[in-house]
């Protein structure tokens, strides 16, 4: 399994609150796809069998060193049946980030990325960084979707893609790092229109700058 060149990570303890750069990172994809999977494997190192689908959203919080930086991540884990799409669309303004997953062995999950990317554009900022990761890499007997279609999508969408396993983890806390890099690297170009310092967390769940403040302007559970 290929994967894409990754930077520096190192997982930083509970205790340690220091951060140099904050991002507000949206899980998004299909029900069973195991977002949710993905998303406590990589905080909370829990792997469960047991398939409980997400009501509304989940939220934590986990620091990575990612190439000697500490970067705080705000991740929001985001059901993925239609009957949620409207409460969970009002959760995409103010992302920086978006890892957009889709299961290797169902076809169907492939097929609704279109789909996602439509919701994705409508209702997040134009410069969100989005990552492909194609979930569930550990069952190669029942894989339909192969690594080079999905690597093509993807970068047909000028994403980056990566294959994760969440029972296995497999590439868990790499995607989440590649993430990271990809943001600071958006932040450096001045891409997403955040500044690497004094970024907090406001009232709204949107992520601020006193930058943002000052000039009044605002950018903005399913299981394997």
Wanted: charge should be neutral; include cysteine.
């Amino acid at each position: 399994m290929a994967t894409p060149e990754l930077p520096q990570i190192r997982e930083i303890s509970k205790t340690d609150q220091t951060y140099d750069m904050l991002f507000k990172v949206l899980l998004a994809g299909n029900t069973s796809v195991g977002k949710s999977s993905l998303f406590l494997r990589f905080v909370d190192k829990i792997w469960n069998d047991a398939f409980v689908p997400t009501i509304g959203v989940d939220f934590k919080i986990k620091t990575l060193n990612i190439d000697n930086k500490n970067v705080k991540l705000q991740i929001w884990d985001t059901a993925g049946q239609e009957r949620f799409r409207t409460i969970i669309s009002s959760y995409y303004r103010g992302a920086h980030g978006i890892l957009l997953i889709f299961d290797l062995t169902q076809s169907e999950s492939f097929d609704s990325l279109k789909n996602w990317l439509i919701e994705i554009e409508k209702n997040s900022n134009q410069n969100v960084v989005k990552l492909l990761i194609g979930n569930k890499c550990d069952l190669e007997d029942k894989r339909v979707i192969s690594y080079e279609t999905g690597k093509d999508f993807a970068e047909q969408y000028n994403m980056k893609y990566i294959e994760t396993s969440a029972k296995q983890n497999l590439n868990v806390t790499e995607a989440f790092g590649l993430i990271g890099k990809e943001l600071m690297d958006a932040v450096k170009d001045n891409d997403i229109g955040i500044k690497p310092k004094n970024i907090t967390i406001n009232n709204s769940n949107d992520i601020s700058t006193n930058e943002k403040k000052k000039e009044g302007c605002c950018g903005d559970k399913a299981k394997k």
